[in-house]
T-cell receptor, first 115, second 114 residues
Framework: AQSVTQPDIHITVSEGASLELRCNYS??????LFWYVQSPGQGLQLLLKYFSGDTLVQGIKGFEAEFKRSQSSFNLRKPSVHWSDAAEYFCAVGDGSGNTGKLIFGQGTTLQVKP | NAGVTQTPKFRVLKTGQSMTLLCAQDMNHEYMYWYRQDPGMGLRLIHY???????AKGEVPDGYNVSRLKKQNFLLGLESAAPSQTSVYFC?????????????FGPGTRLTVL
């Protein structure tokens, strides 16, 4: 069965510091992978997605993620964090079989940014 | 173009009461989904629909029913609400085609069951 694990429930970084949020997935075939961000009281916004091709994916707001098949990982990175990046981040894997379009989400990582 | 909208935004129910949550999308999307979000659990799929008149169970369907009578609307019903159904509910839609296509999420409905 597909699954997604985000090992870090809560991360605190200083403004201007670099950020890496971890995501590990379990999926038999080539996965469709996503990162979403959720600000308090808001819905989910897509940051970036990976389907195939270049394993380094660029997203919005200066985020990028790297797909590493050998490690079953899709970690999210940002070189310099801004206070407005404080939010909850979700990694998700898409159901590539059966064409249902279902997403399986990780538990989420809450990012706190210190001034 | 409103995207995905959800009605209501907030609701408080007493145990045993029933209610229906409405999700509407104006993008002519084939696929629609209902998720619930609980602290530390991420989003879990309740039910989904791959087209008008079709519905299917997700990970956590018990206690919920859905209907997709019109392509643009996906209704989530709670027949007899329980405190365990206190959660934030999100609707999403996706166009047909590749499984990796973009999903659009609604703003959420915060439901409290007393």
């Amino acid at each position: 069965a597909q699954s997604v694990t985000q090992p870090d429930i809560h991360i605190t970084v200083s403004e201007g510091a670099s950020l890496e949020l971890r995501c590990n997935y379990s999926y038999g075939a080539t996965p469709y992978l996503f990162w979403y961000v959720q600000s308090p009281g808001q819905g989910l916004q897509l940051l970036l997605k990976y389907f195939s091709g270049d394993t380094l994916v660029q997203g919005i707001k200066g985020f990028e993620a790297e797909f590493k098949r050998s490690q079953s990982s899709f970690n999210l990175r940002k070189p310099s964090v801004h206070w407005s990046d404080a939010a909850e981040y979700f990694c998700a894997v898409g159901d590539g079989s059966g064409n249902t379009g279902k997403l399986i989400f990780g538990q989420g990582t809450t990012l706190q940014v210190k001034p | 173009n409103a995207g995905v909208t959800q009605t209501p935004k907030f609701r408080v129910l007493k145990t045993g009461q029933s209610m229906t949550l409405l999700c509407a999308q104006d993008m002519n999307h084939e696929y629609m989904y209902w998720y619930r979000q609980d602290p530390g659990m991420g989003l879990r799929l309740i039910h989904y629909s791959v087209g008008e008149g079709t519905t299917a169970k997700g990970e956590v369907p018990d206690g919920y029913n859905v209907s997709r009578l019109k392509k643009q609307n996906f209704l989530l019903g709670l027949e007899s609400a329980a405190p365990s159904q206190t959660s934030v509910y999100f609707c999403a839609s996706k166009s047909g085609g590749l499984a990796g296509g973009s999903r659009f999420f609604g703003p959420g409905t915060r439901l409290t069951v007393l």
